[in-house]
């Protein structure tokens, strides 16, 4: 049974704390998302995740940075409140104003049934992250053959229907993340979970916010 919880753990930290490198846009503090307006809960520009998947995130950071790349965050920690309103923006709200850019090929109702918005989301529980690769030599993000938080087949990281160079991008990815102890998801190729997550039954609804964390 699932529980939530707004008291912040001892252990989340603010993940440019223990990754001084790492790039971050957050697009849920945005209005460039699939819904089009800044999302409920998130205070700040700020990735927040628990410290253990922190410190396996800057482990994957290094070997990448030997490789020349750097991670860019767009997603981690993500309050319960903000999944609330996707579920309801789903259900309720008529407006498909960034539909051409995210879902062009898929209705809204569609979104949750094929499993591209969860219900209740992992990041929720503080040790999710979705984020690419950027050329530390360019200063450009990897082409991966999609954007974050498109809706569609094009996502799913075994998606063939793309060049060859965008695969093996997404596979350098996806085998470094592994390597230092994530799980990827099927249908989202910049989405990784910590295996051994410390929450894994509790959905957090605190705010994304520095100030909680950092005293």
Known sequence: MSNEF??????????????????????????????????????????????????ALKSAANELNVMGYRLKVFDAYRPVSAVKQFILWGIEDQDIRMKPYFYPDLEKQELFSRGYIARQSSHSRGSTVDLTLLDMATGKELDMGGPFDFFGELSHPDYRGITEEQYDNRMTLRRVMLRNGFEPLDCEWWHFTLKDEPYPDTYFTFPVSSQYLRK
Do not use: C, H
């Open 6 to 55: 707004a008291a912040i753990p001892s252990d989340f930290v603010v993940l440019s704390d223990v990754v001084p490198g790492i790039i971050q846009e957050i697009r849920y503090y945005s209005t460039y998302n699939f819904i089009g307006e800044r999302i409920d809960g998130y205070e700040e520009p700020y990735a927040l995740l628990t410290k253990e998947a922190a410190r």
